[in-house]
């Protein structure tokens, strides 16, 4: 079996066993009888048809409808499915990018199981959020796809921004507000030989979350849209607003206008000038000034020595801004 068939075999039966039941369950009561019934003899394209079909029902936390009210796009959210419950929005937009759904599908949830953070950790995804992933198919050169994270980062920031709120982006890409983390973004790349077969743009902000049922060692990190502002906070207009912006900035990705995508950063960013420590995934840690990002992304750090360091990923923490 080559890997990426067992890829897709591991991830179908992780997801039939574990996301089906679920969706069923939460979902049960938009389910055809038709639809019902096939559950128990499914195939891959099979899933594919189920999950459009209880996907695109309306629910009440993030109506489609409310979405498409705002939206502006001509090709990002063009399909959109909105679920009660799921594992991860991800997880669910692997699946159909895999199986035929089109660049600029969106699947959004009202509350994930498994919700996946950066380097391997658990994202917490309760009511109160917009949990959402992009599927993007444009032959995306991997060296290039790291420009997408921080075009996503300018994307939110812009629109938060345009809500009067003061948003700002830590490298690589966590929008803050006063310090603390608003929203998380998780790209992941299928790679096909050199060219990216497709990416997937995962998005999590929080919007009107309880933070107190938080792990405890992120609740004082984190906030909420509504601890931020006075104003009503209106998921479906902020996924429309942010879906508007996502499109203008990809287009520019796809021109190659990477120069403007990453003006944009600079000047919402709260990294270069600070002195910061990144944690890198295999556990070496670096302590140094942050002095730039290069056209691709790369952080540039100035460690205590006065050497230049480029870190390409990893975690980082501000200790001065
Ligand atoms: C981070 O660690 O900062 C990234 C968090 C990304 C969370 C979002 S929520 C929607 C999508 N589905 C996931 O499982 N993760 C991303």
């Known amino acids: ?170 490298w690589p890409n966590d929008i803050l507000i006063n310090n603390k983390k608003v929203c998380g973004i998780l790209t992941e790349a299928n790679a096909k030989s050199n060219a990216v077969y497709y990416v997937i743009v995962g998005v999590g902000i929080d919007t009107k979350i309880d933070i107190g049922t938080l792990a405890d060692d992120i609740q004082e990190k984190t906030t909420s849209l509504n601890k931020e502002t006075s104003e009503e906070i209106k998921e479906p207009s902020i996924v429309a607003n942010f879906l508007n912006e996502f499109e203008e900035i990809y287009n520019l990705f796809k021109d190659e206008k990477f120069d403007e995508i990453l003006y944009d950063w600079k000047q919402m960013n709260q990294t270069i000038g600070s002195y910061v420590e990144v944690k890198q995934p295999f556990g070496e840690v670096y302590r140094g000034r942050a002095v730039g990002i290069d056209n691709q992304g790369v952080l540039i750090l100035e460690l205590e020595n006065g050497e230049l360091k480029e870190i390409i990923s990893g975690e980082c923490i501000l200790h001065n801004s």
């Open 1 to 170: 079996m080559n890997n990426k068939k067992k890829y897709k075999s591991l991830f179908i039966s992780d997801f039939m066993k574990k996301s089906m039941q679920n969706l069923l369950l939460k979902n049960k009561e938009k389910i055809s009888k038709e639809v019902a019934e096939k559950i128990f003899q499914i195939d891959e394209v099979e899933i594919a048809e189920f999950i459009k079909e209880i996907g695109n029902h309306e629910i009440e936390y993030i109506p489609i409808k409310k979405i498409r009210q705002n939206l502006a796009t001509k090709y990002i959210g063009k399909n959109i499915y909105s679920f009660h419950e799921v594992e991860s929005t991800n997880s669910i937009a692997k699946f159909l990018a895999e199986n035929g759904s089109p660049e600029g599908t969106i699947i959004l949830a009202e509350t994930q199981t498994k919700g996946r953070g950066r380097s391997g950790k658990k994202w917490e995804s309760p009511t109160g959020g917009i949990w959402l992933s992009i599927i993007l198919k444009d032959n995306i050169e991997p060296s290039k796809a790291s420009i997408i994270t921080l075009a996503t980062g300018v994307a939110v920031a812009k629109i938060l921004r345009k809500m009067n709120i003061d948003a700002k982006i830590k």
